[in-house]
């Protein structure tokens, strides 16, 4: 069996440049998850590095497939230097781990919630799953092995996130579009949702 972490973190170097940091997360239970971090201008982006090791697995399924299934890895980006954001390793490690320890499948328009600020002062607890292809290109394996999608994460208040669990991702979406929300900001306030 291929290893493709080692393509994943080419594919994310290729996009985002060399990271000027790593850290690295073990959940029991779970292979070791690291967590990049690119500084590019004034946005700094997190990359999770772990998660597409395994194919996530439906919790309803009876067995996991252990080659066949969907692939992914996490990027946050925020602007630099507004908050202490590089305290949000452990909680984007947490989210990448979810799918070996909750056996979930993380998908765009999920809601992922850590329970807790993402970074110390953190108007957000959760983040929206977004669409991938954006920043960081699908990375094709050989078959019969799935691509790694690169899911972009943002970041929700529980505002935001109540709202969204009512109205759906997409309306959620368009009022931050509507409103020209800044969701680099890590300081940011919500959206107005009336």
């Given at each position: 069996?291929?290893?493709?972490?080692?393509?994943?973190?080419?594919?994310?170097?290729?996009?985002?440049?060399?990271?000027?940091?790593?850290?690295?997360?073990?959940?029991?239970?779970?292979?070791?998850?690291?967590?990049?971090?690119?500084?590019?201008?004034?946005?700094?982006?997190?990359?999770?590095?772990?998660?597409?090791?395994?194919?996530?697995?439906?919790?309803?399924?009876?067995?996991?497939?252990?080659?066949?299934?969907?692939?992914?890895?996490?990027?946050?980006?925020?602007?630099?230097?507004?908050?202490?954001?590089?305290?949000?390793?452990?909680?984007?490690?947490v989210l990448a781990a979810s799918p070996q320890v909750e056996g979930v499948v993380i998908a765009p328009g999920a809601?992922?919630?850590?329970?807790?600020?993402?970074?110390?002062?953190?108007?957000?607890?959760?983040?929206?799953?977004?669409?991938?292809?954006?920043?960081?290109?699908?990375?094709?394996l050989d078959a019969p092995l799935d691509p790694v999608r690169f899911l972009p994460l943002l970041p929700m208040t529980?505002n935001e996130a109540a709202w969204k669990r009512v109205h759906g991702a997409q309306a959620l979406q368009e009022r931050?579009?509507?409103?020209?929300?800044?969701?680099?900001?890590?300081?940011?306030?919500?959206?107005?949702?009336?």
């Open positions: 069996m291929v290893d493709v972490l080692p393509l994943v973190e080419a594919r994310l170097t290729t996009a985002l440049g060399e990271p000027d940091a790593r850290a690295s997360v073990t959940f029991l239970g779970a292979d070791r998850v690291e967590v990049l971090r690119f500084v590019e201008g004034d946005l700094v982006r997190y990359a999770s590095l772990g998660m597409s090791a395994h194919p996530m697995t439906d919790p309803t399924a009876m067995v996991a497939d252990p080659i066949k299934g969907p692939r992914a890895e996490l990027v946050l980006t925020v602007r630099a230097g507004r908050a202490g954001t590089d305290q949000v390793l452990r909680p984007l490690a809601s992922l919630d850590v329970g807790e600020p993402l970074w110390p002062g953190a108007p957000f607890t959760s983040v929206l799953v977004g669409e991938p292809g954006g920043l960081v290109e699908d990375l094709d529980p931050w579009l509507t409103h020209g929300t800044d969701l680099r900001d890590p300081l940011r306030a919500g959206v107005p949702l009336d």
